[in-house]
Structures are given as C-alpha cells and as structure tokens.
C-alpha cells in the first residue's frame, strides 16, 4: 500500500505516490488509495453493467463498467482500465496513460463508487459556494455546467464541483467538494488561462485547468443551499420554484446507482431527502456568453442569505 498523501477530494484524503493536478488541500473523514499496475489484471472481469460513451468535440469515447463480487472494472477508449474495490476504497490503474485526462477520469466513475459505497448521492451537476452554501448546476452534458461554474469562478466564488457532484445526507445535506479543475472546450479558450486558474493541459478537444490553491480550498462540507436545473430558453432569464415532488423525476435522471433492487430503493430514499431538505430551482437562459453576468447576478440574488 502507499504512503504519501497526496490532498483530498469529495472528501477523501488520497494516499498515492502518483502526482496528481486537481486535488484540493488539507485531508477528509476517510482515506482513499490509488495505485498503479503495468500487468493485465485490470482488464474485464465479470458481467457487464453499463455501457456509454463519454461524447466531445473529436467524437464518442466508449466507457463500460463491469463488476463481480464487490470489484468494479471501469473502461474507456482514452485511458484505459480501472479497477475499483469500494469497499476497501481501493482504486488501482495503469502504469501508462495520458496523465490529465487519466486523472480526471479516476475522479469520476471510480471514485464515485467509492462515495456510492459510503451512502453519499452523485449528481451530474457542477456546484459553486454563495454566502458559505453550496448551490448546484444540475442538467446533463453540454447544458453549461462549467460554463457557468468558470463565470462564478471570474467574479470571485469558489467552485466546488464542476461536473459530477457528491452529496451527504447526514446529519444535513452537504455537498463535498470534488477536483479543483475546471473543463473548457476549445472554441471558448482565448489562449489565456483565466486569474485564478493555471493551465495543466490543452487538447484539440478540451482545455484542462487547475484551480489555484488559493482558490480552490479543501474538502470540508459545504451545506448545500440549492439545487438549480438547468433549461434552455431563446428568451430572457428566468427562475422559478420547482415543486419538490416535481424534481425527483429530473434528480432521478442526472444520478447514478448500481443495478439492483436494493440500490434501487436506496438511491430513491437519498434523492428524496435530498429534494426535502433543499430549495429547488428551474433556470431558463439562453446559452449565450454575453449574458452570463445577468445570470451570476440572478443566481446570487435568489440563493444569497438575506440579513436578519
């Protein structure tokens, strides 16, 4: 087992010998192990679960996860194997690969199965902190996540997640802060790493940027404040209320959960505290960068705390 300690994420110290770009400081409530491994034993074991492909700008990336016995291999076309023990909060890669896209990849479906494994809920969604709460941008790919994730980011709030979101329920629900990274695509990077930022990697497809320390904080849970949804609209910026009976049937489809009865059940229970305990929000704007600022503006002014 390794022995340095490498930063945290979704709450999580990482022990690995491996250097990563995207981890935030200090340490979390449990410790998660990384390492790596050049032989075939991570390849395919048991039956498949899913299949999918991971789409950008170049095309579609294939992803699949399989499982047997309580250990997950996860797949996809651009960096190979994982193999992810949840239990023991185990994840072991390869040797080679292509270390940004690498990276990222083992801060999503692997160790979101680790956080699974604990009782935490994952949402598609990025997240930024307002007034000491967490708010969420919940909607599926290309839907402005870390759009509006980076326009927060530009106007001074810490982003906290910028495309998969990890929630605790207990004692209140929280959100636990994921990679310190952001995730651009080409046609809207200037050249320029934005203040704040430092850029790690670009890629005909994607910019990759880190958060700068500073910036970026630890992993400590921030109580999340709300969750937003977000909607397309030719027409001018609109929030409304969602009823939170309502919003099950959206949170059900930007989560994920194993197959089987029981996670089934367990998932649905975690979402419907989740929409019991927070405000719940539709968002309608066009996806147009010159309006960004009206929406930051809109946001804040409906999740800010208002002064006794």
């Excluded at 990384?34 to 095309?59: F, H, I, K, M």
């Excluded at 810490?158 to 959100?175: K, N």
């Excluded at 996806?287 to 002064?307: F, H, N, Q, W, Y």
């Amino acid at each position: 087992m390794v022995n340095t300690r490498r930063g945290s994420v979704f709450g999580f110290t990482v022990d690995s010998d491996i250097p990563f770009n995207f981890l935030r400081a200090g340490g979390g409530e449990h410790v998660l192990y990384v390492c790596r491994e050049s032989n075939p034993t991570l390849d395919q074991e048991g039956a498949l679960l899913y299949q999918w492909r991971l789409r950008d700008q170049t095309g579609d990336v294939t992803a699949r996860l399989y499982h047997s016995e309580g250990i997950y291999h996860f797949w996809t076309a651009d960096t190979g194997w994982y193999r992810i023990n949840p239990a023991a909060r185990t994840i072991t890669l390869l040797q080679d690969g292509e270390d940004v896209r690498r990276e990222l990849r083992l801060w999503s479906i692997p160790t979101m199965l680790c956080f699974v494994e604990l009782g935490c809920i994952p949402l598609h969604a990025s997240a930024v902190e307002i007034d000491g709460g967490a708010v969420l941008f919940a909607a599926p790919g290309r839907f402005g996540k870390t759009t509006l994730a980076l326009a927060f980011h530009q106007r001074g709030y810490r982003v906290l997640s910028e495309d998969l979101s990890c929630c605790r329920l207990t004692p209140d629900p929280v959100l636990l802060p994921g990679p310190a990274a952001l995730r651009l695509r080409s046609d809207t990077f200037d050249g320029q790493a934005p203040e704040g930022t430092k850029l790690v990697s670009a890629k005909p497809d994607r910019i990759f940027l880190a958060l700068d320390p500073t910036r970026s904080g630890d992993c400590n849970p921030v109580l999340i404040r709300a969750i937003i949804f977000l909607r397309e609209s030719d027409k001018d910026i609109h929030l409304e209320p969602v009823e939170k009976a309502r919003a099950l049937t959206d949170l059900w489809s930007l989560s994920f959960r194993v197959k089987g009865h029981a996670a089934l059940a367990r998932s649905f229970s975690g979402l419907s505290r989740l929409a019991a305990s927070v405000s719940l929000w539709n968002l309608y704007r066009p996806l147009r960068m010159e309006v960004l600022g009206d929406v930051v503006s809109r946001i804040v002014a409906a999740c800010a705390v208002t002064p006794e």
